[in-house]
Structures are given as structure tokens and as C-alpha cells.
């Protein structure tokens, strides 16, 4: 019987800091409107001509994941890969992230659960290692949005919010079955799948089609969103997920340590503390400094958390994700 266990984390931002007077200069919006709605006051954008891709980023928070975890790349037995923005549409960025780490022979999976894809992920390296068939597992959400938002006022309501970076984490066996993740929980409710969605180019919408059709008006082939009711239903499942794994543990609320939510909106993870009655201290965020990196999001928070010495030894912490498809999911871990 094994558990599995985080024993490296690492993070990469790409250096250009957007501010919102950035963004108000090229559409119509305001550094008010969009820290009132979402708490963001900068996100970064990967530099035009600089070497950062999704995989690129992937490998920069990889390494220091290994580094910091004493593994050597060859030791990992598997590769998750958590993206919505891959560097082709084929093949998948976890093979260009193997090749990047000079891996010989190991699986590559991606995974396409957007902003969830990172809790998604977690949850097949547990039960990879739960199994006995893999002993180290890497685990990365990465995204590049910058280059791929309408940057014009017609698309101000998802361009303001979205930023670039990559998080990772290394997981192992743990024999200790009071360590490591306690418990997951992942769902999907795909009736809403269009509320939040890049159509465009796809099998869809193939390129020809869209060439052919020529139509400035088409937005297909930028993320579209219908905000009021993905926050609705995030503020929903959120909640249900936190209290899924609260009773999975048997933890009150004042056992918890850290709640790391995904950092899709400062105003979702502010109602979820209030509703939980959390103190600050209780919960992390950094979406003002970074935006929503959806699936690097979390590994994101969870390294910064870590480097600030907030995840200590024993820590009980929830990590909570909603986005896109819909999907959601929680996961319980004791460090
Ligand atoms: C996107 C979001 C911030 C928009 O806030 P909202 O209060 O729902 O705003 P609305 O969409 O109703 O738009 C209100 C007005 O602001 C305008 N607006 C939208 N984006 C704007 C921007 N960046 N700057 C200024 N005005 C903006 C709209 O055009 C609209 O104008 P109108 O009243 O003249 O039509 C909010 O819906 C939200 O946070 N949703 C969840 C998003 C999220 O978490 N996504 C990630 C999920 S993983």
C-alpha cells in the first residue's frame, strides 16, 4: 500500500508584467473595473521572440521541481501534462516536455481539463502510485493565453483576466499512509461545455472553413465566456468540493491549514472563504499579481505558498478547481 506524495514543486512566469493601465491603453476598460470584478492588478504575457512556449515554460518550472526534489529527470516514470493552450494542436506538449528533460523512455500523457486540468492530473498520478506502476510521476499545468486573447475592447471581458506561466510538481511513493493525498474528488457536467470555450480552429471549425468564410465578426477562434454563469457555477462547486474533502478527512474547518483554490477570480475565492468562515491566513491567493494561468494556476500557488514557508510539515491543505467543460475537483493532502 503506498500514498503519493508532492516532494518538489517549481514555478516559471515569463519576465513582461502587463498592468491593467497596460491593457486600458489598447481597449476600453480600467484598472477599477477590473480589480473590482476580479481582483487582478497585473498578469504576465510571454515576450514576442523570447524562447517561452507552453512546453518551454513546462521544462523552466520542471527543473527546479526536480532540483528541489533530489530526483534526477531520468528517474521519472511518468510525465501529466495540464493544458488548454498546447504548443500544437498535435502532438501533445508533454512529449516536447520529455525531449526538453532528455527523458529516454517514459509516457507522456496530456491532459485537457482546463482550469481543472491540474487537480485532473494529480489524481492519475495518485492512483498511478497507488498501484505500484509508477514510482515518480511529474506533474505540470501550463499555459500560454497571451497570444491567443482578442486584445481588443470586443474581447475585454476574458483578455483582462487571463496570464501565462507554468507550475510543476514531482510526486513518489510515501509509505506513510498519514501523508501525502488523502483523498480526490473530480466531476464534469458537460451540458455546459460551450460557456466557456475556444471553438475554433478544430475539427469543428477547420481552418478552410474559416478562411473561406473571411468573417471579421467570427470570435470563434478566441476563448468565449459567459462569465455571470461560470461564476455561478463555480461559486457552487467550489463549495461542494471543499466539503467533500473536509468529510472524506473528518477535518473541521479549523483543521485545515491552507486552502489553495484555483485562481480564477478574487471575488469567487473570497466568497468561498466567507463562506467557510476561513481567516486570511487560512487561504492563498496571487491572481493579483498573475491572473488566471488555469491549469498552472494552482502548482503556481501551491510553489509560491511552499517558498513562503506557508505549507509546512503536517500541513492539512484542500486544493479546489472549477473551470471550463464544466469541470471541478478537490483534492485533500497532508504534507
Ligand atoms: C467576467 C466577469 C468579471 C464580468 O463581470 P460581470 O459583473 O459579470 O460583468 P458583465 O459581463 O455583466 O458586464 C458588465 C459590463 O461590463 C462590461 N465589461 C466587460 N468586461 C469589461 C472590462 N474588462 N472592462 C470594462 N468593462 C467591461 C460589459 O461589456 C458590460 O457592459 P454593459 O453593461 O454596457 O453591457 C465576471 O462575470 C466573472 O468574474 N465571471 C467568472 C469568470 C471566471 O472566473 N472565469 C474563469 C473560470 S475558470
Not at 81 to 104: C, H, M, R, W
Not at 260 to 285: E, T
Request: charged content about 20%; aromatic content about 10%.
Amino acid at each position: 500500500m503506498f500514498n503519493s506524495k508532492i516532494i518538489g514543486l517549481g514555478k516559471y512566469l515569463p519576465k513582461k508584467v502587463v498592468t491593467n493601465y497596460d491593457l486600458s491603453e489598447i481597449m476600453d476598460t480600467s484598472d477599477e473595473w477590473i480589480i473590482e470584478r476580479t481582483g487582478i492588478e497585473t498578469r504576465r504575457h510571454i515576450v514576442k521572440n523570447d524562447d517561452d512556449t507552453t512546453a518551454v515554460m513546462a521544462f523552466k518550472a520542471s527543473k527546479i521541481a526536480l532540483q528541489r526534489a533530489k530526483i534526477k529527470p531520468n528517474d521519472i516514470d511518468l510525465i501529466l501534462f495540464a493544458t488548454l493552450s498546447p504548443d500544437y494542436y498535435f502532438p501533445g506538449s508533454g512529449v516536447l516536455l520529455q525531449n526538453f528533460l532528455k527523458i529516454e523512455n517514459c509516457p507522456a500523457m496530456d491532459i485537457r481539463n482546463q482550469c481543472s486540468g491540474f487537480i485532473y492530473a494529480l489524481s492519475t498520478a495518485d492512483q498511478f502510485i497507488k498501484s505500484g506502476k509508477y514510482k515518480n510521476i511529474l506533474v505540470v499545468g501550463s499555459e500560454n493565453h497571451s497570444g491567443g486573447l482578442d486584445m481588443t475592447t470586443r474581447g475585454r471581458n476574458v483578455s483582462v483576466i487571463f496570464g501565462d506561466g507554468a507550475g510543476a510538481a514531482v510526486l513518489t511513493r510515501e509509505i506513510d499512509l498519514k501523508r501525502g493525498i488523502q483523498s480526490f474528488s473530480i466531476y464534469s457536467d458537460g451540458q455546459h461545455a460551450l460557456e466557456l470555450s475556444l471553438r475554433g480552429p478544430s475539427t469543428n471549425r477547420w481552418v478552410p472553413e474559416i478562411l473561406e468564410e473571411n468573417n471579421p465578426d467570427d470570435t470563434t477562434y478566441y476563448p468565449n465566456m459567459n462569465g455571470q454563469t461560470v461564476f455561478k457555477n463555480a461559486i457552487l462547486r467550489f463549495s461542494e468540493v471543499i466539503q467533500e474533502a473536509l468529510d472524506q478527512n473528518k477535518w473541521s474547518v479549523n483543521d485545515l491549514d491552507l486552502l489553495i483554490p484555483h485562481q480564477a477570480n478574487l471575488r469567487i475565492s473570497q466568497f468561498i472563504q466567507k463562506k467557510f468562515n476561513l481567516n486570511d491566513n487560512q487561504v492563498f491567493n496571487n491572481i493579483m499579481r498573475y491572473g488566471n494561468t488555469t491549469a498552472a494556476s494552482i502548482p503556481i500557488a501551491l510553489t509560491e505558498a511552499w517558498e513562503e514557508g506557508k505549507v509546512k510539515k503536517d500541513s492539512k491543505i484542500i486544493l479546489a478547481a472549477f473551470g471550463s467543460g464544466f469541470t471541478w475537483g478537490g483534492i485533500s493532502l497532508i504534507w
